[in-house]
């Protein structure tokens, strides 16, 4: 059965800072990885959607990677600020499944 | 823009009650999902369903059950709340086919009491 874990579960950053969240993943037969994005009490955003084939993906200071040999996805936001402060949960799609399986989440602050 | 809209953001019940969840997507998805959220154990699929009038059990169905009778409304059913039932609740839905970006609503917060 597939586990995402996302480390840490917590993540302080003063603003400005480059900063990596990540993402891991036990079964490497996914057909692709989603990042989102919760606000407290919100549902979720989505945020970049990479494909099995795909190393990058990129949306504005946002960059997603994905290693599928290792297990592995980053997430890569540049020039952090105030306003990106919120959950982000990775999710893998497995091969020959509708189902998301979901990571807990890193919570991220960025301190003014 | 995609928009899935949830019909309560908030809503509290009684034990034994027979609760009902809606889901409106706008985008002509062939696909909806039902998650609850729960803290420290994540997001988990309740149900979901591929098409009109068929439904596919998730991970946690016990104690729910789901109705899509039009393509863009799917329906969280508690037939007998109980306090343990008491989370977040996330619809989703995505184009058909199995393997498409999912997008979510705001979510309804249910407390049972």
């Known amino acids: 059965k597939q586990e995402v874990t996302q480390i840490p579960a917590a993540l302080s950053v003063p603003e400005g800072e480059n900063l990596v969240l990540n993402c891991s993943f036990t079964?490497?037969?996914?057909?692709?990885l989603q990042w989102f994005r919760q606000d407290p009490g919100k549902g979720l955003t989505s945020l970049l959607l990479?494909?099995?084939?795909?190393r990058e993906q990129t949306s504005g200071r946002l960059n997603a990677s994905l290693d599928k040999s290792s297990g592995r996805s980053t997430l890569y936001i540049a020039a952090s600020q105030p306003g990106d402060s919120a959950t982000y949960l990775c999710?893998?799609?497995?091969?020959?499944?509708?189902?998301?399986?979901f990571g807990k989440g890193t919570k991220l602050s960025v301190i003014p | 823009d995609v928009k899935v809209t949830q019909s309560s953001r908030y809503l509290v019940k009684r034990t034994g009650e027979k609760v009902f969840l809606e889901c409106v997507q706008d985008?002509?998805?062939?696909?909806m999902f039902w998650y609850r959220q729960d803290p420290g154990l994540g997001l988990r699929l309740i149900y979901f369903?591929?098409?009109?009038?068929?439904?596919e059990k998730g991970d946690i169905p016990e104690g729910y059950s789901v109705s899509r009778e039009k393509k863009e409304r799917f329906s969280l059913i508690l037939e007998s709340a109980s306090t343990n039932q008491t989370s977040m609740y996330l619809c989703?839905?995505?184009?058909?086919?199995?393997?498409?970006?999912?997008?979510f609503g705001p979510g309804t917060r249910l407390t049972v009491l």
């Open positions: 079964d490497s037969a996914i057909y692709n």
């Open positions: 999710a893998a799609h497995g091969a020959g499944s509708y189902q998301l399986t």
């Open positions: 985008m002509d998805h062939e696909n």
């Open positions: 369903s591929y098409d009109v009038k068929m439904k």
């Open positions: 990479i494909q099995s084939s795909q």
């Open positions: 989703a839905s995505s184009e058909g086919g199995i393997y498409n970006e999912q997008f």
